[in-house]
């Protein structure tokens, strides 16, 4: 299957600081990636969808001024932390679409543990 | 809104019994039903994607089953190992959608030796 690098799986982080965490499809072109959030004992859930080239769609009761997503090229899509909580603390998992065609398989990073202190 | 739940949330067997794992959804308008695996602290691993035309699949000793008018899909593992041990998690993609995935809290596996 296709791969789908996510950076980095884990990172510490002061609160009031931002972390970047990158997500990168290495053998194909994803015009269209996912962010979700999982909290303990909780289901994944969805917090953004990134567009290649275009502002990204936020679901309801995310911040779009905290989470800042930039998806500028067609294998890499980041997503910036701003100003860390503890409660941000979770964990973020990028998957990206491979071409243009809803209901292809959707291939998933890695994921990145955050731990704001 | 559509709703993924997976029951058990918790399940506990002996190793070489066969299970069945369950989902259910609540909007029958999907483009496919996807089948994940999660270790402790780890991403996710595809186990299988039945596309909404589709009424199974199988990988090993894995099958699964789509039932799309009645939105339930389970996952039936075979002779089951220590090394199955993980959190099952069920994702739908639903029609209308731009491809994003929903998802059930998963099911906790633990197969004892």
């Known amino acids: 299957g296709a791969v789908v690098s996510q950076h980095p799986s884990r990172v510490i982080c002061k609160s009031g600081t931002s972390v970047k965490i990158e997500c990168r499809s290495l053998?194909?072109?994803?015009?269209?990636m996912f962010w979700y959030r999982q909290f303990p004992k909780q289901s994944l859930m969805l917090m953004a969808t990134s567009n290649e080239g275009s502002k990204a769609t936020y679901e309801q009761g995310v911040e779009k001024d905290k989470f800042l997503i930039n998806h500028a090229s067609l294998t890499l899509s980041t997503l910036t932390v701003t100003s860390a909580h503890p409660e941000d603390s979770s964990f973020y998992i990028c998957s990206a679409l491979p071409g243009l065609i809803v209901g292809t398989e959707a291939f998933f990073g890695q994921g990145t543990r955050l731990t704001v202190v | 809104k559509q709703e993924v739940t997976q029951i058990p949330a918790a399940l506990s067997v002996p190793e070489g019994e066969n299970l069945v794992l369950n989902c259910s959804f609540t909007?029958?308008?999907?483009?496919?039903l996807q089948w994940f695996r999660q270790d402790p602290g780890k991403g996710l691993t595809s186990l299988l994607l039945i596309q909404s035309s589709q009424r199974e699949q199988t990988s090993g000793r894995l099958n699964a089953s789509l039932d799309k008018s009645s939105g339930r899909s389970t996952l039936y593992i075979a002779a089951s190992q220590p090394g199955d041990s993980a959190t099952y998690l069920c994702a739908v993609t639903n029609g209308g959608s731009q491809g994003n995935l929903i998802f059930g809290k998963g099911t906790k596996l633990s197969v004892k030796p």
């Open positions: 909007d029958s308008a999907i483009y496919n």
């Open positions: 053998d194909f072109q994803a015009t269209t």
